[in-house]
């Protein structure tokens, strides 16, 4: 398998439960992402792991934390969510060498707070 | 700070039609790179292209080009003889010479109608 695979694609939560995102990249690549895509808004930079250290935290909320046991994967543990938190969240990877590496999207996972 | 603007929300264009989005960028820096990711419904971003800031050669590829202009602050896509394929959002965005600057700017939905 090759690329950014993101399960699961759909997740319905209710805001008391706890559920974990998961990301895998196959690229080789040494950082990866979280971003947030929600509707009428630009994509959010949550969270960024660098050789598995997190180097980025967006004043992203405690209700969200990011776990990465590897360079290859990256989880994001969701509890006590609020209706405003559902969303497209898309994990990326990229190969830091300077500016030029793109960043490899998985297709996200789309959340619903009920 | 970095910031990208595209000024269309929406287009909507007929199957063969040529179509433009327009991508404006503002930074400090002299050295950073630009990109165009698509994101068709299926939610994936998938990288199109990566222009570095010494190079202001204009890009063909089938029936997509770029033309980047550093006098205007400018890095827009041309998609000639559109398909319905081509319907999707499309995003630029913005990195520094670091790596991990990655500014999006909103998007452009387009639409090709058959």
């Known amino acids: 398998e090759t690329g950014v695979t993101q399960t699961p694609r759909h997740l319905v939560m209710g805001m008391t439960n706890k559920k974990s995102l998961k990301c895998e990249q196959h690229?080789?690549?040494?950082?990866m992402y979280w971003y947030k895509q929600s509707a009428k808004k630009p994509l959010e930079l949550m969270f960024v792991?660098?050789?598995?250290?997190?180097?980025e935290n967006n004043s992203v909320p405690s209700r969200f934390s990011p776990e990465c046991p590897n360079s290859s994967h990256l989880f994001l543990h969701l509890h006590t969510l609020q209706p405003e938190d559902s969303a497209l969240y898309l994990c990326a990877s990229s190969q830091l060498q300077g500016g030029n590496s793109p960043l490899h999207f998985g297709n996200g996972t789309r959340l619903t707070v009920t | 700070a970095q910031k990208v603007t595209q000024a269309q929300t929406e287009i909507s264009v007929v199957e063969k039609e040529d179509v433009t989005l327009d991508c404006v960028y503002e930074?400090?820096?002299?050295?950073?790179?630009l990109f165009w990711y698509k994101q068709p419904p299926s939610g994936e971003l998938v990288f199109l292209i990566r222009?570095?800031?010494?190079?202001?050669q204009n890009e063909i590829s089938g029936r997509y080009s770029w033309n980047f202009q550093k006098s205007t602050s400018s890095f827009n896509f041309t998609i000639t003889a559109s398909q319905v394929v081509d319907s999707a959002v499309y995003f630029c965005?913005?990195?520094?010479?670091?790596?991990?600057?990655?500014?999006f700017g909103p998007g452009t939905r387009l639409s090709v109608l058959p």
């Open positions: 222009r570095n800031s010494f190079d202001e």
């Open positions: 690229l080789g690549h040494n950082a």
């Open positions: 930074t400090r820096d002299t050295t950073y790179y």
């Open positions: 792991y660098n050789f598995k250290e997190q180097t």
């Open positions: 965005a913005l990195n520094d010479n670091y790596g991990q600057n990655f500014v």
